[in-house]
């Protein structure tokens, strides 16, 4: 059947407007103190030209701090003012920074991208053409890079070519958290040699998603330093050097495309702080040197400077690998199989530990994994081009109300029902969406959510009950089949929710098409609306020992990938359980409770974990039981910063059929603290499951940092990644680990300890074979 709005794509002129300019704008902010507050900003309604020849630039910073938000060295962070700005097609000139705010998304016309132009005259006193935090006066960023969270730029054409070669020129200043991505850009750089011209500057922070990003020209087109992040799909052409790496714990560079460039990545020589660099499924072609590595490779102490590479072509390239003392891998000994891993670093099997720089055999990909060509599957998050504004039905002209007030359980079910049935495109509008029971989403549905500030959040009787947990959002019933489309929403509970499960995955896509979630995020607790703030859940003390506030406990789990599920692809997906208060102007600890992470345990498989992260979940943050064919790259996780107390056997006992670990039973031969502690990652009976960088974090004990330190002489527990039972294929390149005593568990032993591994401040192994 061919619906209405099919027909008026034929008839739309390439000249038609994206759909994001012309449907109804309605969303709204309940807890912001002015009810009239605005979410969507249209940069022309504020007095931007676009025509190139205009200043435009403080036109755009108006548009973007209209109408009380969250302003750098002001306000810490807030979820109360959230923003989408949005710039139609045209060319903006600029002549200082766009201040890029605390909760916003900058987006541009993906059909017709708009180019952000530095003038002649741009100012050498800002720092980018786009900064996201800026430095202020006394020599700190805006906010703490760390808790920069929920922000998006996409859609650009970053352009500094006008800017004298010499110009220390920045595209994009992007220091950045989780949830925050940078995707489907354009830097257009000087090509002049010996030019200082950068497109993306990162110096500090723990993200993240890079996508799509194409670099022309650049003295270093990239210079990157964060604890962990995930790059796939850049393209660099005639850059002097692609990617500076200045520092990282890990890092995973998947799908990386380099030309003409004099080096493809290179590790800063200077402050030697690369732990970490995982690269997979790219291409080097007519390049002088591909990767240029701090490390020798006869160095045995020590893990800074890892490099793990898989599935990397090379064409007209001099040099694969060169080090201090010159090139280490050249045409005389590479190998460009998918079979065969290269390491610098530590390796790890179920034999030993070894230091030796070379090829090593691991098992062939699943084929179900993968692409034509070998390359592991990926796909961009949606974004509709090709959909008028008739394609969409906003939640609001519904009926559903997104007020943090009204029950929207029937509505919300019924909007997804009727536009699944009729191939629409649900827009939920910002707004906090309360609903007392599970919201189903049906096969077939498309949903996109407003400024990453469309919460559904589940509340009440039905979610309160751990011996009978209930999804607040169920995708498909066990055993349908179908596929599904949902980008930039949020998932969450209110007060007292020790029985919900916030969403149940149960779809099989069986059409060749995975499903896809992109920017579908579970926040628990920890912001406005929640009743799981710091008046609420306040830090617990030592002096509560096992004891907890039962109006604190949030969730029973986060996230359950079901037996009968599978074909689902993610990216970008944050799975958090609050350790702060994200409107709290000092930002002051929480202790709020969720049993569980994300449990998958698909028979089928393909699944595939793209830039996710999970943490501050009692039990485990991940969990692979009884499933197969799963990729994951990078993923992040961190325990609860309140653990040991209360112990991780509190406040939710293991339920078996679930397989959740037994830590009564486990650690009654341990000492309990330490080893009672959430799991980073349980792999369980499970087989080809390829995991291309993880970061896997323990930072407190009972809200200390001390055991974190590098000068601690103990560790803040004993142990974080666990495989046990029948287990093949499964492989880690790039595992890293903080202030854990064992980095490995393997069948109820101690196997591969930390301190053997040390690295720049993260535990390193370039390769874990099982």
């Given at each position: ?402 007020d943090g007030l009204t029950d929207d359980t029937v509505m919300l079910n019924n909007l997804l029902k009727y536009t699944a049935s009729n191939d629409l495109v649900a827009y939920l509008d910002a707004g906090v969406y309360i609903v007392t029971d599970t919201v189903f989403i049906p096969p077939g549905a498309k949903l996109v959510g407003e400024a990453l500030a469309a919460i559904i959040m589940g ?63 579970i926040r628990i607790g920890g912001f406005a609306g929640t009743e799981l703030q710091l008046n609420e859940c306040a830090a617990a003390t030592m002096s509560q020992g096992n004891e907890v506030n039962p109006n604190c406990m949030a969730a029973f789990m986060s996230m359950h990938i079901t037996p009968t599920s599978g074909t689902l692809y993610t990216e970008n997906c944050w799975i958090w359980v ?193």
């Amino acid at each position: 059947m061919v619906r209405f709005w099919q027909l008026l794509v034929l008839a739309t002129t390439v000249a038609g407007s994206y759909w994001m300019e012309e449907i109804a704008h309605q969303g709204k902010s309940p807890y912001h103190p002015d009810a009239g507050y605005m979410v969507f900003r249209n940069v022309k309604d504020f007095g931007a030209v676009g025509d190139g020849v205009t200043d435009d630039t403080e036109a755009i910073n108006y548009a973007i701090s209209f109408g009380g938000r969250c302003e750098p060295g002001v306000c810490n962070s807030s979820t109360i003012s959230p923003a989408t700005v949005y710039f139609p097609a045209g060319t903006y000139l600029i002549s200082d920074s766009i201040i890029d705010l605390f909760y916003t998304q900058l987006i541009g016309d993906p059909v017709d991208k708009p180019v952000i132009k530095a003038s002649p005259s741009f100012t050498n006193q800002s720092f980018g053409l786009i900064d996201a935090n800026p430095y202020q006066a006394y020599g700190f960023l805006g906010w703490l890079s760390v808790n920069t969270f929920f922000r998006q730029v996409r859609n650009f054409v970053f352009d500094t070519t006008a800017l004298p070669p010499d110009f220390n020129a920045i595209g994009v200043h992007w220091p950045s958290a989780q949830a925050t991505s940078l995707s489907n850009c354009e830097f257009r750089l000087s090509n002049v040699p010996g030019n200082q011209h950068t497109g993306v500057f990162i110096e500090e922070g723990s993200g993240g998603l890079l996508n799509d990003l194409y670099f022309y020209g650049g003295g270093k087109a990239a210079v990157l330093g964060n604890q962990q992040y995930t790059a796939r799909n850049l393209w660099f052409f005639g850059a002097d050097i692609g990617i500076l790496m200045t520092w990282d714990w890990g890092w995973t560079f998947k799908t990386m495309h380099f030309q003409d460039c004099r080096i493809g990545i290179a590790m800063d020589t200077n402050l030697l702080a690369v732990g970490s660099i995982t690269l997979i499924d790219s291409w080097f072609d007519n390049v002088g040197t591909a990767v240029y590595t701090t490390r020798r490779p006869d160095e045995v102490d020590g893990t800074n400077g890892t490099l793990t590479m898989e599935n990397v072509l090379f064409n007209n390239v001099n040099s694969m690998v060169d080090g201090p003392d010159g090139a280490i891998v050249d045409k005389s000994n590479v190998l460009e199989t998918m079979d065969n891993v290269f390491v610098m670093g530590h390796f790890a099997n179920d034999v030993g530990l070894y230091a030796q720089t070379g090829y090593y055999a691991v098992s062939p990909r699943s084929p179900s994994l993968v692409m034509d060509g070998g390359k592991y599957y990926e796909r961009s998050k949606p974004q509709y081009e090709d959909v008028p504004a008739q394609g969409f039905y906003s939640a609001r002209t519904f009926g559903v109300v997104g007020d943090g007030l009204t029950d929207d359980t029937v509505m919300l079910n019924n909007l997804l029902k009727y536009t699944a049935s009729n191939d629409l495109v649900a827009y939920l509008d910002a707004g906090v969406y309360i609903v007392t029971d599970t919201v189903f989403i049906p096969p077939g549905a498309k949903l996109v959510g407003e400024a990453l500030a469309a919460i559904i959040m589940g509340t009440g009787a039905n979610f309160q009950d751990m011996q009978n947990p209930r999804p607040v959002v169920q995708v498909g019933l066990p055993g349908q089949e179908g596929n599904i489309e949902w980008s930039d929403m949020i998932v969450s509970t209110r007060g007292p929710c020790a029985g919900a499960v916030a969403i149940q995955y149960n779809l099989h896509s069986v059409n060749g098409i995975p499903s896809g979630l992109w920017d579908v995020h579970i926040r628990i607790g920890g912001f406005a609306g929640t009743e799981l703030q710091l008046n609420e859940c306040a830090a617990a003390t030592m002096s509560q020992g096992n004891e907890v506030n039962p109006n604190c406990m949030a969730a029973f789990m986060s996230m359950h990938i079901t037996p009968t599920s599978g074909t689902l692809y993610t990216e970008n997906c944050w799975i958090w359980v609050a350790d702060h208060d994200l409107e709290d102007a000092w930002v002051r600890r929480v202790s709020v409770y969720a049993g569980r992470g994300l449990l998958i345990e698909s028979k089928v498989g393909q699944i595939w974990l793209s830039a996710t992260s999970s943490e501050h979940h009692v039990l485990y943050q991940y969990q692979l039981q009884g499933t197969r064919d799963v990729y994951l790259g990078h993923a992040q996780t961190e325990s609860p910063y309140y653990q040991p107390r209360p112990l991780a056997r509190y406040p939710f006992p293991a339920v078996s059929e679930l397989h959740d670990p037994d830590f009564e039973k486990d650690c009654a031969e341990d000492s309990a603290p330490g080893c009672e502690s959430a799991w980073a990652i349980r792999i369980i009976d499970s087989s080809d499951i390829a995991v291309y960088g993880a970061g896997l974090y323990s930072f407190f004990d009972s809200y200390s940092d001390k055991c974190s330190r590098r000068t601690s002489k103990t560790d803040c527990q004993d142990r974080l990644l666990s495989v046990q039972g029948v287990t093949s294929g499964v492989k880690f390149l790039g595992l890293s680990t903080v202030a854990t005593k064992v980095m490995i568990h393997k069948d109820q032993q101690d196997f591969i300890r930390a301190d053997y591994n040390k690295g720049t401040f993260a535990d390193t192994l370039a390769l874990y074979l099982p």
